[in-house]
């Protein structure tokens, strides 16, 4: 099974370095991931040299681990994943939900006013991922259940116009 690692397009090294530490590698392959892929954005991975080419494929604890900073789109990789853990940034999150993929997010507590902590925290009230931290990540994977959460609503575009035509005293 795969697991898809996203920072997007910001620098998140702790939760790059969380995903490719003992303790989350191990709790994949107990928990039946055997693949991981990172797209790690501008991350620095301070532990290891050989992670901060442009890409790299390596082997760890079990796990088949595939590392790179950027592509053009990263549909496939959410498409293909069986469980995606990102960063708490809303595009990753909608577009992930969309696709009806099991999310755990850590939001990135560095960023202007924690706002990926509030967002992160709401969408799990809601049921549709699981929130974490960076220290409680291998537990959350250990203690995850995909089967528990609720299912992201479809997109309707018929609110959004029906929001602007009340504004606009159409209605």
């Known amino acids: 099974m795969l697991v898809f690692v996203t920072v997007g397009s910001t620098r998140f090294d702790a939760l790059v370095e969380a995903s490719i530490s003992e303790p989350v590698l191990s709790t994949l392959r107990d928990s039946g991931y055997d693949r991981l892929i990172i797209q790690r954005g501008n991350s ?9 080419g442009d890409s790299c494929t390596i082997q760890r ?8 900073r950027f592509k053009p789109f990263i549909q496939a990789e959410c498409e ?13 999150i909608l577009d992930v939900l969309r696709l009806g993929k099991s999310l ?13 902590e509030e967002l992160a925290s709401a969408l799990q009230i809601l049921g549709h991922l699981k929130a974490t931290s960076i220290q409680d990540l291998a537990s959350t994977i250990a203690s995850f259940e995909p089967r528990d959460l609720v299912p992201f609503p479809p997109f309707d575009g018929t609110k959004f116009s029906k ?9």
Do not use: C
């Not at 604890?61 to 790179?68: A, F, N, Q």
């Not at 755990?104 to 990926?116: A, E, F, G, R, S």
């Open 44 to 52: 620095v991975i301070e532990s290891s040299e050989e992670f901060n």
């Open 61 to 68: 604890h079990g796990v088949d681990i595939e590392i790179w």
């Open 80 to 92: 293909q994943a069986d469980l995606v853990i990102s960063h708490a940034g809303s595009g990753t």
């Open 104 to 116: 755990i997010v850590v939001p990135n507590p560095t960023l202007l006013d924690n706002h990926q």
């Open 163 to 171: 929001l602007v035509d009340e504004e606009m005293g159409f209605i």
